[in-house]
C-alpha cells in the first residue's frame, strides 16, 4: 500500500472529503471531523483527507469551546481507545489508525495516540501519513534523540531530508559528541546527497549514468557545504566557489546567506555581517534575516571571549566586560525586533529571556505574559513566568503558573521534568517540605540521576 492523492481514491470516499473539506471551510469542525473520519475509515490511505482531518482536529483544539469539565472527560476516555488501537496494531493496522483518531479528534497533541498512528502507518507502508504523526510528536518531544532519528529517516522517504537535517543538526547543537546523532546525520547527508545526484532515478529504472556525472561535481559541493564539522581546507574552497558565483549572480539572495554563513564560520565576522547587510538591502524585511546577523554578532562576543588569556591578571574584568557588551547588545537588538515585528511571539519570547537574564524582572513578566499566546512558547512562557514570580517571592503565584504547565505538558520529557522540580523548589521556598519532595521522588522514580533530586529525595528519607 501506498499514500494516495485524491486522484486515487473512489467516488464515495471523494464525496465524503469534498463535504468534509467544506464544513471545515465554514468553521463546522465538528461535522468536518465526522465526515473526514468516515472517508479515512473507508481509505486508510488517503493522505489529504488525513492532512484535513488533522487540520480539523487543532482548530476545534483551539477554538475554546471545550470547558475544563470536557476536557477532563475527553481525557478519562482516551486511554480505552489507546488500548483498543494497540490491540489492532498487529492484526488490523487500519483500525488501530482509526481508534487512535478518535482520540486526536479531542486531543490532537496526544503523543500516546500520534505513535500508534506511526506505527501502524509504517506497517500498511504510508510514510507520509507516518511522517504528519511524526511532525506532532517532535513538537512535543523536540530533546528526544531516539524520536529525532526517526523523524529524520522519515523525512528522507518522503523526499524531505532538509527538515530531517535540521532536526538533527538541532539537537547535535546541544550534543556535539553524540556519536548516534552524528552517525545519523551523515547518513542522511549522504542519501540525501544521492537522491539529488541521480542515483534514486537510476535505481526506480529512470535516468542514466550520464546524468549522475553530469551532476557529480555538484552533489560533491552539496554535500561538503552540509557536513556539520567541515574541515578548513573544504570551508575556504567553498568561499572561494560562492564569491566566484557571486560576481556572475550578484543578486542571488542564496548565494549571498550561504556565504555569510561560511565567512562567520571562518571567523570573519565583519566580512560576513557586510554580506548580511547587501541581503537586508536586497530582500526588505526578514525576521529570520534580522536574527541571523544578531546571532553573528553574539558569535563574535563569544570569540572574543574565547580570545583572552586566563593568565592575565585583569582576566575577570576583560570578560565580564564583554558579557555586559554583550548582553545590553542582544537587549538592544531583540527590542528593535520587537518593535519592528510586534506580532512575532518567538520575538517577545527571546525578548523575555534576555530580560530575565538581564535582572529586568517587570520587563521579563510582560513579555513572557504575551509569548504564553504562541502555542510553541507556551510552556516554557508559563515555566520563565513562574520563575520570574519566585524572584519576587510570589511563591503562590509561581506554583500556579507550574501547576498550569504541567497540567497542559502531556509528556514526561525533560521540559516536564524541569517544571516539576522548579515546582517542588518553589514549595520548598514556601517551608511546604514534604509537598516538595513528593514533586521531586516523580522525578526520582523515572530519572534518578536528574539535577540533584537523588540527594533532595534521600536526605527526607534520612531525616525521617
Do not use: W
Not at 469542525?29 to 473507508?42: C, K, M, P, R, S
Amino acid at each position: 500500500m501506498a499514500d494516495k492523492t485524491l486522484n486515487q481514491v473512489g467516488g464515495e470516499v471523494r464525496k465524503l472529503f469534498a463535504k468534509g473539506t467544506e464544513a471545515l471551510a465554514r468553521e463546522n469542525a465538528d461535522y468536518a471531523i465526522a465526515l473526514l473520519n468516515q472517508a479515512l475509515d473507508q481509505e486508510p490511505a488517503f493522505f489529504d483527507c488525513r492532512k484535513a482531518l488533522r487540520d480539523a482536529q487543532f482548530r476545534k483544539a483551539g477554538a475554546g469551546s471545550s470547558g475544563f469539565f470536557k476536557k477532563m472527560l475527553s481525557g478519562a476516555g482516551s486511554s480505552p481507545q489507546i488500548a483498543k488501537a494497540q490491540l489492532n496494531l498487529r492484526n488490523n493496522p487500519g483500525a488501530a489508525m482509526s481508534a487512535a483518531e478518535q482520540v486526536l479528534n479531542n486531543d490532537p497533541n496526544s503523543s500516546a495516540a500520534h505513535r500508534i498512528i506511526v506505527e501502524a502507518a509504517i506497517a500498511l507502508e504510508l510514510p507520509k501519513t507516518a511522517f504528519l504523526s511524526y511532525e506532532t510528536l517532535i513538537r512535543n518531544s523536540p530533546k528526544d534523540k531516539n524520536l529525532a532519528i526517526e523523524f529524520a529517516r522519515t523525512a528522507a522517504d518522503i523526499g524531505e531530508a532538509a527538515r530531517g537535517e535540521k532536526v538533527l543538526a538541532d539537537l547535535l547543537r546541544d550534543h556535539p559528541n553524540d556519536g548516534d546523532l552524528k552517525m545519523a546525520l551523515k547518513d542522511l547527508s549522504a542519501r540525501k546527497t544521492l537522491d539529488e545526484g541521480g542515483y534514486g532515478a537510476l535505481e526506480g529504472g529512470e535516468g542514466s549514468y550520464r546524468d549522475i556525472l553530469r551532476n557529480k561535481e555538484e552533489a560533491v559541493s552539496l554535500e561538503q557545504e552540509k557536513r556539520v564539522q567541515k574541515t578548513e581546507d573544504v570551508t575556504e574552497r567553498l568561499i572561494r566557489e560562492y564569491e566566484t558565483r557571486l560576481h556572475t549572480e550578484p543578486n542571488n539572495l542564496k548565494v549571498i546567506r550561504t556565504l555569510a554563513e561560511l565567512f562567520t564560520e571562518k571567523k570573519q565576522f565583519e566580512q560576513a555581517l557586510n554580506l548580511y547587510d547587501r541581503l537586508k538591502g536586497l530582500a526588505g524585511n526578514d525576521p529570520s534575516l534580522d536574527q541571523a546577523v544578531a546571532a553573528t554578532v553574539v558569535k563574535r562576543y563569544n570569540h572574543q571571549l574565547e580570545q583572552l588569556n586566563p593568565f592575565e591578571p585583569d582576566h575577570a574584568a576583560q570578560t565580564e566586560k564583554i558579557k555586559t557588551e554583550k548582553l545590553e547588545f542582544q537587549v538592544t537588538e531583540c527590542q528593535k525586533r520587537v518593535e519592528k515585528y510586534p506580532t512575532d511571539l518567538s520575538i517577545r519570547f527571546e525578548m523575555g529571556q534576555l530580560y530575565f537574564q538581564a535582572g529586568k524582572v517587570s520587563e521579563a513578566i510582560q513579555e513572557f505574559q504575551k509569548s504564553k499566546g504562541n502555542p510553541n512558547k507556551r510552556i516554557a512562557s508559563m515555566n520563565y513566568l513562574a520563575q520570574c514570580f519566585a524572584k519576587r517571592k510570589m511563591f503562590d503565584m509561581a506554583a500556579r503558573s507550574l501547576q498550569d504547565a504541567i497540567k497542559e505538558k502531556m509528556v514526561f520529557d525533560d521540559e516536564k521534568k524541569d517544571l516539576i522540580y522548579n515546582l517542588g523548589c518553589v514549595l520548598e521556598s514556601m517551608g511546604k517540605r514534604e509537598e516538595a519532595v513528593e514533586q521531586f521522588k516523580l522525578i526520582y522514580e523515572a530519572d534518578i540521576g536528574y539535577k540533584d533530586v537523588a540527594a533532595k529525595v534521600d536526605a527526607f528519607y534520612a531525616g525521617q
